[in-house]
Every structure is written in C-alpha cells, then in structure tokens.
Nanobody, 124 residues
Framework: QVQLVESGGGLVQAGGSLRVSCAAS????????MAWFRQAPGKEREFVAV????????YYADSVKGRFTISRDNAKNTVFLQMNSLKPEDTAVYYC?????????????????WGQGTQVTVSS
C-alpha cells in the first residue's frame, strides 16, 4: 500500500500564490507517476498536473499551464504543486494520486492511490 498525505492548502486572494505538498510513504515502485487532481463542488474530479517519479516528465492541464508547476523531491518522497496567479475558478479540493506503471494517465480512475485532499480557496 501507498499512503499519500497532502498539506499546504488554504485561503488566498486572486493573483496570489500557494504551494501544496504530497508526502508519500509505504510501498515504492521502480517507476511511477504522481499527479494532482482537483474537484470543485458539484463538479467532476479533473486532472491538473502529473510528474514521472524517475524521469524528467511533466504534463499540465491547459487551464493551469504557465501558472502551476509540479515538482518532486525524491529524497523526501514528496511532490509539490506550486500555484501562481491563482484565480477564483481554481478553488477546489486538491488531491494527489499515484499510479504504479510506466504509462501516464490523466484519468482519475486509472490512479491506484489517493490522498485525503486539501482545500484551496481563492477569493476574488
């Protein structure tokens, strides 16, 4: 099993920045993907960004490209999502997820492990 714990959410004004973190523990894979998803009230969970743990690969949703940056710290088994130029429409619960394969996916159903989520609220 893999345990994922998010932290760093909060309330920020539009145009501001916030960084959320996801600490992983438990079973490790030789290569896998870590992703961030988000879910706003009344909406489906949507893909935000993904990073390959053992390689230099990242991919972003168009809605966050150029504003958000996903990164990892292998020594600390932690993945980060730096969010800049935040907009009210970025308000959601942000979840990190892990997929223990060498194939990237943007579909939530294809991720095996999930954190509990952290709330990000952007005020206008």
């Amino acid at each position: 099993q893999v345990q994922l714990v998010e932290s760093g959410g909060g309330l920020v004004q539009a145009g501001g920045s916030l960084r959320v973190s996801c600490a992983a523990s438990g079973r490790t894979f030789s290569d896998y993907f870590m992703a961030w998803f988000r879910q706003a009230p009344g909406k489906e969970r949507e893909f935000v960004a993904v990073i390959r743990w053992n390689g230099v690969y990242t991919y972003y949703a168009d809605s966050v490209k150029g504003r958000f940056t996903i990164s990892r710290d292998n020594a600390k088994n932690t993945v980060f999502l730096q969010m800049n130029s935040l907009k009210p429409e970025d308000t959601a619960v942000y979840y990190c997820a892990a997929r223990g394969t060498q194939v990237m996916s943007v579909r939530p159903i294809q991720y095996d492990y999930w954190g509990q989520g952290t709330q990000v609220t952007v005020s206008s």
